[in-house]
């Protein structure tokens, strides 16, 4: 069965700091994986996914097959980070985006 | 449209009776995706469109629950003779043609006495 662990239900740092917000998954095909953000009041929505390879709002997530892991980074955290940040797997091969969260961790942005 | 609207945004029913929730995507996105979020759970897939036919259904917990999408866009999610464990926050999501969920909407909150 797959599964999404983000060990992490809350992460306090330092405006100017680094984040890592840490996801590891258990899946044995072909995972597509993806980080979603739900700001305070605000809907979830899509960050990003690991086949775009792209930053968004500063934030990178590199898929590691080797550790099973899909970190979410940014080298200097903001205010406007401070969010619930959720990260998801599909089979990419399924033809239907049927995502597996793990829990969620709770990014706090200290000014 | 301003994005995914659902409604109602508050249900409260008892226990046995049917409910319906609906889903409005967000213009043009012809995928649509149902998820729920229970007290202490993530978030679990539910059932996807893609149009108006659902290929994948494979999360819909029992046979009480039922969804259809009608015109391509609205869509209505029914629950039947409801339990106390469907209390949930029940999430919609639209998409671009087929990709993941993209935007949700702000959910319906489902308790069920």
């Known amino acids: 069965a797959q599964r999404v662990t983000q060990p992490e239900k809350l992460l306090s740092v330092f405006k100017g700091a680094p984040v890592e917000l840490k996801c590891n998954y258990s899946y044995s095909g072909s995972p597509e994986l993806f980080w979603y953000v739900q700001y305070s009041r605000q809907r979830l929505q899509l960050l990003l996914r690991h086949i775009s390879r792209e930053s968004i709002k500063g934030f990178t997530a590199d898929l590691n097959k080797g550790e099973t892991s899909f970190h979410l980074k940014k080298p200097f955290a903001q205010e406007e980070d401070s969010a619930m940040y959720y990260c998801a797997l599909s089979d990419s091969g399924a033809g239907s985006y049927q995502l597996t969260f793990g829990k969620g961790t709770k990014l706090s942005v200290i000014p | 449209g301003a994005g995914v609207s659902q409604s109602p945004s508050n249900k409260v029913t008892e226990k046995g009776k049917d409910v319906e929730l609906r889903c409005d995507p967000i213009s043009g996105h012809t995928a649509l995706y149902w998820y729920r979020q229970s007290l202490g759970q993530g978030l679990e897939f539910l059932i996807y469109?893609?149009?108006?036919?659902?290929?994948?259904k494979s999360g819909l917990p029992s046979d009480r629950f039922s969804a259809e999408r009608t015109g391509g866009s609205v869509s209505t999610l029914t629950i039947q003779r409801t339990q106390q464990e469907d209390s949930a926050v029940y999430l919609c999501a639209s998409s671009l043609e087929g990709g993941p969920p993209q935007f949700f909407g702000p959910g319906t909150r489902l308790t069920v006495l």
């Open positions: 469109f893609q149009g108006n036919s659902a290929p994948d």
